[in-house]
């Protein structure tokens, strides 16, 4: 299709006078970007302008389109500001469409009288709420086009968002506007780098902090803050947002040479990386936070059950989880407010190549908590059950006997816990081997040093449990 049948419009500067000439245009002077898990940010910038004495208008361009206006404040020596408002319709081909409903364009249509030729029609634009609807002569057409053309770019449309002030000013001159504002599309999370030495028994710690900006909204050189924490925010009117798909800005995987200062603030944790930080307007940036060293790690291999006072026939296997486990303590080299996100753990095979051992999620954990990171299942360690007996004594009484064996497919010894939930009212009447009660519903037998089976049928557990319901 020739390109000439689209006229191309111009950029419109449109200028409004509020009782005095206009100011000029804002320009941003860094800014203080603080960032919350929640995926919100609060912005805090300075902007220089020339005013006059009395009454202006003051008109800021390079706003995120995520802003939420109601949040906009802004404030100058010798400056007050009686009004705000901001103004952004994007161009897309609904606010097209909704300006010319009533007016006529033009329709690229399929020739009904030919399948590989297209008809050009004059037609009105009637509605378009789900879909366009065209009135052509006498007919109404609701159908599929090609495309359409319109005579011109109509008004009201923005190719960006605009802030205007009315200002009122005692004094003329250039000043230095505090301009802050809460948005949306920014969002931060932690992502650790956990490396067990070749020993098995403690680790490395490396902390990141991932910043990921979908609001096509850029922040050079910012002052940056991490807020860790779940803050509470009343509902909001819905914010336009676009999102686009990312691209990833300097990946690094080592850990930072200085780590983030944190501080408290309210309830929850402030993390500064100590220097400005270039967030891309659609991507992510990683921002080192803190490391730490030889960190107290053990192993837990554990299996979990629920039994019912219900008869089950064959055999039962189950899965065993591993987990890797940690206190986050200053005495194990750690003692540091952890933020929610996703931990990798890296372990080291004969060669003593470190490789990906598995992931976990973890919410955010306090100092002196512990931390347990479950990273995948047991490859050979098995444990498998079968119901040795089952009898109804009551109308609401059961016995319920269960014989489980561990085998250890590997060389070393093994320890083993395994958690036996039971439902209802319930008491263990008898137990081949100790155990422990973790909670109101569970017991656990803690298996120390599982020897290798070598084909054997491996540690035996019997025990017989009595539910009323």
């Known amino acids: 299709m020739n390109r000439s049948c689209f006229p191309a419009a111009p950029l419109l500067a449109v200028v409004l006078f509020l009782l005095a000439p206009l100011a000029g245009a804002a320009q941003a002077a ?16 300075s902007r220089v302008v020339t005013l006059p004495e009395g009454a202006a208008a003051v008109v800021f361009t390079d706003i995120p389109s995520t802003v939420d206006p109601s949040s906009i404040r802004a404030t100058a020596p010798d400056m007050t500001v009686q009004d705000v408002e901001y103004a952004y319709k994007p161009i897309t081909a609904g606010n097209l469409l909704d300006a010319y409903i009533g007016k006529e364009l033009s329709v690229i249509l399929p020739d009904p009288t030919d399948v590989n030729a297209r008809v050009l ?15 052509m002569g006498k007919e109404v057409y ?3 086009y090609e495309a359409l053309l319109l005579p011109e770019m109509p008004e009201g449309l923005d190719a960006e968002p605009t802030l205007t002030l009315t200002t009122q000013s005692t004094v003329a001159g250039r000043k230095n506007v505090a301009l802050s504002y809460l948005m949306g599309g920014l969002t931060w999370r932690a992502d ?10 403690s680790a490395d710690l490396d902390a990141w902090a991932t910043v990921t900006n979908t609001s096509d909204h850029a922040f050079p050189g910012a002052d940056l803050r991490l807020i860790a924490g779940d803050v509470q925010r009343a509902a909001a009117p819905k914010m336009v947002m676009r999102a686009n798909a990312m691209m990833t800005e300097g990946m690094p995987m080592d850990a930072a040479s200085a780590p ?7 309830q929850y944790h402030v993390y500064d990386p100590g220097r400005y930080v270039s967030i891309p307007a659609s991507g992510s940036k990683q921002v080192g936070l803190f490391s730490a060293a030889n960190i107290p790690v053990r192993t837990e291999l554990s299996s979990r059950f629920r039994s019912t006072p219900n008869q089950r026939a064959g055999k039962i296997s189950q899965s065993v989880e591993s987990a890797l486990l940690f206190t986050n303590t200053e005495a194990n080299n750690l003692g540091k407010p952890m933020p ?8 080291p095979e004969s060669s003593g190549a470190k490789l990906l051992a598995g992931e976990a999620r973890i919410g955010h954990k306090a100092e002196g908590e512990e931390v347990r990171l479950v990273i995948g299942r047991a490859f050979d360690v098995t444990v498998e059950r079968v119901q040795t007996s089952f009898q109804r004594i009551g109308k609401n009484v059961a016995e319920v006997g269960w014989k489980i064996a561990v085998r250890n497919g590997s060389r070393e010894p093994k320890d083993i816990r395994l958690l036996e939930a039971m439902s209802g009212q319930w008491t263990v009447l008898n137990a081949d081997t100790p155990y422990t009660a973790e909670d109101a519903g569970t017991i656990v037998f803690d298996l120390k040093g599982v020897a290798p089976s070598d084909g054997k ?3 035996v557990i019997n025990y017989t449990v009595r539910f009323t319901n």
């Open 457 to 459: 049928e491996g540690t």
């Open 260 to 266: 983030a200062a944190e501080e408290s603030f309210s």
């Open 142 to 144: 609701v159908g599929s």
């Open 30 to 45: 860094g800014s203080v970007l603080a960032v919350y898990n929640s995926g919100q940010a609060q912005v805090n910038e």
């Open 340 to 347: 929610a996100g996703v931990v990798r753990v890296f372990m």
């Open 121 to 135: 029609r004059k037609a009105k634009l009637l509605a378009n709420a789900d879909r366009p609807i065209f009135a």
């Open 192 to 201: 650790y780098n956990l490396t067990v030495n070749q020993s098995g028994r």
